[in-house]
């Protein structure tokens, strides 16, 4: 089971909001399949490598060719405020 | 204070030269017009995926190398989330579960001898871009730094005041010039620093939390920030309270830190393989090579300089202890043939002159070969001490060459017995009772009349024959 | 004649032998879409001026007798999640509703290179998530067999471009079914490479270590021709594999004499209620290869049973970081109303996302959060290592696995989509293939109650060569007992 607070914190942290009603429902079916993911608890994976890449080829390194670099116009072109060239927020200082 | 201990631990990140950036291969330049030197990749478009610059991590074994690590054998990287608007992936590449490197240490020199700071270690990321806070409140955000490789380097809480601090990060800055992997400014932001900080009470066991203090962008700033801390922290002891464990920012114009944030709020960093870069394998081979391709380290300098140059240690450290006075050195020595002769102007008239303006070595207005040019002239006995030392101030000031002062000024040095005979001849006739007074003792006499020689010939009389031969005439008469 | 009704490769024979240009083909394509767009939507943006303009160009090289690519002037549908520079990439999400990419994805570039019409971008779910297209910003998209019934998903609208021969090839991504299950639920062939034969640059990730591009095509050969076009090294992909490439297939010579196929034994308790008439269609087809000369057997791959929940957990939490870019700063939705740095990143992302997404962005952050990471996400991977080396047992001795693709039938609109539980048992068969990177392909096998319904072939990595081979004589043997 989790907690409306639990899920109100992992919103938190993952930079969303809910309404309250939204947070009820979602803490409902959040827990349904937290009981379903719990089933994975009954594998015994000691001495298991955990999966890092499927592939079984040795990485590789970057080849040194000419900068993709884009032209500023294209850079901004997707932002909502730019300016002198600098993407432009409000001003949210901590 | 005696049964305090102070426990510090430094996190430091250092940006890579390297020529292309991290991940993608727009160049790692500094200065570029804001937003001019980004790609799809270092911007973090939709869809964009990262490829691994091999320089940067042979730049990071290096480093690894230098400071004694273990060399991890496979390369695996992870993903460190966070939001910040300098981040453009909403997480940072980074390493966690795998370091490149592992352990290590560095030696600093203390007064009762040697110190090993030991390492936790070594890891390669990515650097973020950069924000400027206008005036009229907003924002300017400029991505040009953003995917630039970084090593982080986090030592263990092995540091044990803030002069330590400082001759550990002098040292490891040093080291890493010596390495060329990075130019090391702090003003330019390739070295920037965070301080973790705790207290124990050692009798009644008890220890402070920890706080972190977060970008500290100079030497000075780290040595204030943990005085500052170490106050607070045995304060807290003596009040009988703690602190809290928090991440703190210091303030350059007070001289004190400010509380950012507590660390239960801080983030959880959520720490997840990056499946974008397959592991790469490091062979023992490649590891092998790259040591090979180190440069001479400072340890190993300083003991090679005590050995060919016949340097007592102190002479020889000093000169070792940054790698651009250690190759002036060594090259000036080579031209002049005379390593105690070049250390002596090293060590005094160029260190001083440095000291003095606060400056590199590479702002100064001087090559080996200029400096060679005049050793040449006070080898030789064609310019005394005292003039060489003029000729190299003016040296200094206009960039002229020490054959042209010394031509336009006709600097050299009389050793011409016939000519040095004529001027202390006047300066006996001229001065009988300084004469007299000599004879009765007063050594300070001798002095005057050498002063007066001197101001005759401009300073060029050789002063070992004129004083010879000063005295000589005067017991003559 | 209705040249929207042939196979690509028809088509492609026609074009060659100049019976008909490309610009033709493109135009009947395009007033194909007029014609059905407004009730199946299959497409988000269309590009038909541009499409026009290149097919004359293609046109103009095959008349100077210039060498002409594998895709020869096809029209070619792409799922929107995969950049197309100057042209609109929304993810079918309003974060990206006006988004207009600056570069292409590495596909992208190899269909123009090998002479494909982009003709537009097709409908999706919302960042590929979901399985019935239902969660894409802009509109539903309806399955062509039954305008009541949904495409399946992700890729519903590149499945339903194929099915309602609004283009004659066309990409979808597949992260645990996205192709294979539109692919069944709207009759016809879908690809789901290995992971690493196909370049994943500039294809926005849904869960990056199991996306993989892949096609549709109303047979096998289309699926090929098209698949042959994308395949390929690409060294901005650092998962790329070197040894990407699909290897030369004589059709012709194709038999499934001899072929070792394997049925899990697992599958039969991973059953899902209600698929009993899928089973008794599936049964045909085994029968089918049976009857080629291909043996089959019963095998065991004991940590299937954990796949959907390692699935789950593994895709979710790569999900969330993968959408961390989205904070409405450099490009995408960002909240008109914000005071705080804190309200910038909220409000822009709860704007911006749908339901679904969202959903998983949680899960996924839970899954990685302090203090569960161990239990969650490392105790998935390790069970997927688990996973792979079953695979890597079994294809050993065996060539393919056979399955359903998808044990429910294409369903109505608003159905199953309240249940999340059950609808992620609607990926048992599809999502292992992703876990272990393998290649999996969905060929019609019949129909239940008037719906179209699919076989799914599984290979070994790297081994589209056999698997087209069983798909193919599958599919000629199955035409030719009609
Ligand atoms: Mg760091
Ligand atoms: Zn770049």
Same mark, same amino acid.
């Given at each position: 089971?989790?907690?409306? =607070?639990?899920?109100?914190? #992992?919103?938190?942290?993952? !930079? ?79 | ?111 009762e001898g040697p110190k090993k700071i030991r390492l936790e270690r070594i890891h390669i990321e990515e650097d973020t871009g950069k924000q400027i806070h206008t005036e009229n409140g907003t924002t300017l955000l400029d991505f ?5 490789? +970084? ?15 400082? +001759?550990?990060? *002098? ?168 390593? !105690? ?7 005094? &008239?160029?260190?001083?002159? $440095? ?8 702002? +100064? ?92 010939? !401009? ?11 000063? #005295? ?6 | ?22 610009? =033709?083909?493109?135009?009947?394509? $395009? ?100 399985? /019935? ?14 305008? /009541? ?16 021969? *609004? ?80 290897? =030369? $297939? ?72 993968? $959408? ?23 409000? /822009? ?18 899954? +990685? /959060? ?31 696995i056979l399955s359903i693709t998808s044990p429910i039938l294409p369903f109505p609109f608003d159905s199953v989509i309240n249940s999340p539980v059950d609808m992620y048992k609607a990926d048992t068969y599809t999502v292992p293939v992703n876990l ?12 239940? &109650? ?33």
């Amino acid at each position: 089971m989790i907690s409306k =607070e639990e899920v109100k914190n #992992i919103a938190e942290i993952a !930079k969303l909001k809910f309404g309250e009603d939204e947070l009820e429902a979602f803490t409902e079916k959040f827990s349904l399949v937290l009981d379903f993911v719990h089933n994975i608890n009954k594998v015994d994976t000691e001495g298991i490598e955990p999966c890092y890449g499927i592939s079984e080829e040795n990485g590789f390194f970057k080849e040194l060719e000419e900068e993709q670099t884009l032209d500023r116009e294209e850079v901004l072109k997707n932002t909502t405020e730019s300016e002198y060239g600098y993407f432009k927020i409000l001003k949210v200082v901590e | 204070m005696m049964s305090y201990k102070t426990l510090v631990g430094l996190e430091i990140h250092v940006e890579l030269m390297t020529e292309r950036k991290m991940f993608c291969n727009c160049k790692n330049e500094f200065g570029a017009m804001p937003n001019t030197n980004v790609c799809p990749v270092c911007l973090g478009l939709p869809g964009a995926l990262p490829v691994m610059d091999k320089e940067a991590v042979e730049y990071a074994i290096m480093a690894g190398l230098a400071f004694n690590c273990e060399i991890e054998k496979t390369i695996i990287m992870d993903r460190k989330s966070y939001f910040y608007p300098d981040l453009t992936k909403g997480y940072q590449i980074s390493q966690s579960d795998f370091p490149l490197c592992k352990g290590g240490f560095l030696e600093i020199d203390l007064d009762e001898g040697p110190k090993k700071i030991r390492l936790e270690r070594i890891h390669i990321e990515e650097d973020t871009g950069k924000q400027i806070h206008t005036e009229n409140g907003t924002t300017l955000l400029d991505f040009n730094r953003s995917g630039v490789p +970084l090593i982080e380097i986090v030592t263990k809480p092995d540091i044990n005041s803030s002069e330590e601090a400082r +001759l550990f990060l *002098e040292k490891l800055k040093n080291t890493i010039k010596y390495l060329g992997v990075s130019d090391v400014k702090m003003e330019e932001g390739s070295l920037r620093c965070d301080v973790n900080i705790n207290v124990i009470d050692e009798e009644r066991n008890i220890r402070t939390n920890i706080s972190e203090i977060k970008n500290l962008n100079s030497f000075k700033s780290v040595v204030k920030a943990i005085e500052y801390e170490q106050k607070r922290h045995i304060e807290a002891l003596e009040n009988g309270s703690n602190t809290d464990k928090e991440t703190r920012r210091f303030n350059e114009l007070t001289g004190e830190t400010i509380l950012m944030r507590k660390k239960f709020q801080a983030s959880d960093y959520r720490y997840q393989f990056e499946a974008d870069l397959t592991p790469i394998e490091i062979k023992e081979e490649w590891i092998n090579e790259i040591r090979t391709a180190m440069p001479e380290l400072p340890d190993q300098k300083k003991r090679r300089f005590m050995k060919d140059y016949k340097l007592n240690e102190y002479d020889a450290s000093i000169l070792t202890q940054s790698k651009e006075l250690s190759f002036f050195y060594e090259e000036l020595t080579d031209l002049v043939n005379d390593a !105690k002769l070049a250390a002596n102007w090293v060590m005094t &008239d160029v260190l001083r002159r $440095l000291k003095e303006e606060d400056k590199e070595l590479s702002q +100064l207005n001087l090559t080996p070969k200029a400096l060679a040019e005049l050793l040449d002239y006070v080898k030789s006995g064609k310019v005394n001490n005292n003039t060489a030392k003029k000729v190299l101030r003016e040296m200094l000031e206009t960039g002229e060459s020490a054959k042209n002062i010394i031509d336009k000024q006709g600097l050299i040095q009389i050793n011409d017995e016939e000519e040095l005979s004529r001027v202390i001849d006047e300066v006996i006739k001229d001065n009988q009772q300084s004469v007299e007074d000599f004879k009765n003792g007063k050594d300070r006499a001798l002095g005057y009349l050498m002063g007066q020689i001197m101001k005759k010939t !401009k300073g060029k009389a050789n002063p070992n024959t004129a004083n010879k031969m000063l #005295i000589d005439k005067i017991n003559k008469n | 004649m209705d040249i929207t009704n042939l196979k690509a490769w028809e088509i492609r024979e026609k074009i060659l032998n100049k019976e008909i240009s490309s610009y =033709e083909v493109t135009e009947q394509f $395009l007033e194909k879409i007029d014609e059905v767009e407004d009730e199946i939507n299959a497409f988000i943006t269309i590009d038909a001026d541009r499409a026009l303009d290149e097919a004359k160009k293609v046109d103009e090289k095959i008349a100077q007798g210039i060498e002409i690519g594998i895709l020869a002037g096809l029209p070619v549908a792409v799922k929107d999640n995969i950049m197309t520079k100057n042209l609109r990439t929304t993810c079918a999400s309003k974060m990206l509703e006006k988004y207009i990419p600056p570069y292409n994805a590495t596909v992208v570039e190899k269909i123009k290179k090998e002479d494909g019409i982009i003709i537009g971008k097709t409908n999706m779910d919302e960042f590929a998530m979901g399985g /019935s297209t239902e969660t894409s910003y802009f509109g539903i998209t309806r399955n062509p067999r039954n305008k /009541s019934i949904v495409p399946g998903g992700s890729s519903g609208g590149s499945a339903a471009a194929i099915a309602a021969n *609004e283009a004659a090839l066309s990409l979808g991504t597949d992260t645990g079914g996205s192709i294979r299950q539109p692919a069944s639920y709207c009759g016809v062939v879908g690809i789901k490479p290995t992971y690493g034969l196909v370049s994943r640059f500039g294809v926005v990730p849904m869960s990056n270590s199991l996306d993989q591009v892949g096609v549709f095509g109303k047979d096998v050969k289309d699926a090929y021709l098209a698949l042959k076009s994308i395949a390929g090294f690409d060294p901005h992909d650092a998962t790329s594999s070197k040894r990407a490439k699909l290897e =030369e $297939l004589n059709f012709d010579e194709v038999s499934l004499k001899g072929l070792k196929i394997a049925l899990p034994k697992e599958y039969d308790e991973l059953r899902v209620k209600g698929d009993e008439k899928i089973r008794v269609v599936f049964e045909n087809s085994i029968r089918v290869f049976e009857r080629n000369g291909a043996k089959i057997e019963y095998v065991s791959l004991p940590y299937l049973k954990y796949a959907l929940e390692t699935y789950y957990l593994i895709s979710t939490a790569e999900v969330s970081t993968n $959408l961390s870019r989205f904070d409405g700063i450099r490009y995408g939705h960002r909240a008109f109303e914000y005071k705080t740095l804190d309200e910038l990143y909220i409000n /822009s992302r709860t704007e911006g996302f749908g339901e679904e997404t969202k959903r998983r962005i949680m899960m996924g952050t839970y899954a +990685l /959060s302090q203090g569960y990471k161990d239990e969650h996400y490392k105790k998935a991977l390790k069970i997927r290592t688990l996973i792979k080396n079953d695979y890597d047992r079994i294809f050993k001795d065996y060539d393919v696995i056979l399955s359903i693709t998808s044990p429910i039938l294409p369903f109505p609109f608003d159905s199953v989509i309240n249940s999340p539980v059950d609808m992620y048992k609607a990926d048992t068969y599809t999502v292992p293939v992703n876990l272990a990177g393998l290649c999996a392909i969905s060929v019609p096998m019949g129909e239940v &109650d008037s719906l179209p319904v699919g076989l799914q072939i599984t290979a070994n990595r790297f081994n589209e060569k056999t698997l087209f081979t069983a798909a193919y004589g599958y599919e000629r043997s199955a035409n030719d007992e009609l």
